[in-house]
T-cell receptor, first 114, second 108 residues
Framework: ETGVTQTPRHLVMGMTNKKSLKCEQH?????MYWYKQSAKKPLELMFVYNFKEQTENNSVPSRFSPECPNSSHLFLHLHTLQPEDSALYLC?????????????FGPGTRLTVL | GQSLEQPSEVTAVEGAIVQINCTYQ??????LSWYQQHDGGAPTFLSY????GLEETGRFSSFLSRSDSYGYLLLQELQMKDSASYFC?????????FGKGTRLHILP
């Protein structure tokens, strides 16, 4: 257990569905991240939030919409996804977003888009 | 641009030593991290090097040469539970960029 939880762990959705991924950390961290991990590709940073403010959007399509209501919670809202969006979505947190702060990862949500 | 290169797969024998190399090209380099990820699990932090040299943590050591844009992870006294993927990651500016990972296979 890393102190970062994600729900759901598995999600299957159609291209017209709307769903949300949830991440919660109990570590007192101020930075939270969304990553996408596809087969045979590097972990791709999607979004960074530092003290609830979005500091990084790594050219992510608008069908992915993040929300960070407080430093402990992070959401990823999904709508009109494509089959190529099927991947493992990992949430991580760190003390702050700069420097050598170790990132703690959640278990991920395995997303399948039909 | 920026890139990280590491071997896609490495095979070693239980009890042996293995070295996983990572070369990088990036601007604004702060340091090099290593993460371990078991199948079906989340990445977990192993080490971080900001300065040149070797950092040792138990059976694992990590090395960095900033002038060569090169680092490695050294695993000693390999155990079957070390079978996993190992990612090097560069910290630049305010974000971390991961390599594609090296799959470590351990033979009994």
């Amino acid at each position: 257990e890393t102190g970062v939880t994600q729900t759901p762990r598995h999600l299957v959705m159609g291209m017209t569905n709307k769903k949300s991924l949830k991440c919660e950390q109990h570590l007192g961290h101020n930075a939270m991240y969304w990553y996408k991990q596809s087969a045979k590709k590097p972990l791709e940073l999607m979004f960074v939030y530092n003290f609830k403010e979005q500091t990084e959007n790594n050219s992510v399509p608008s069908r992915f919409s993040p929300e960070c209501p407080n430093s402990s919670h992070l959401f990823l809202h999904l709508h009109t996804l494509q089959p190529e969006d099927s991947a493992l979505y990992l949430c991580a947190s760190s003390l702050t977003s700069g420097g050598d702060n170790e990132q703690f990862f959640g278990p991920g949500t395995r997303l399948t888009v039909l | 641009g920026q890139s990280l290169e590491q071997p896609s797969e490495v095979t070693a024998v239980e009890g042996a030593i293995v070295q996983i190399n990572c070369t990088y090209q990036t601007s604004g380099f702060y340091g090099l991290s290593w993460y371990q990820q078991h199948d079906g699990g989340a990445p977990t932090f192993l080490s971080y090097n900001a300065l040149d040299g070797l950092e040792e943590t138990g059976r694992f050591s990590s090395f960095l040469s900033r002038s060569d844009s090169y680092g490695y992870l050294l695993l000693q006294e390999l155990q079957m539970k070390d079978s996993a993927s190992y990612f090097c990651a560069v910290l630049r500016d305010d974000k971390i960029i991961f390599g594609k990972g090296t799959r470590l296979h351990i033979l009994p």
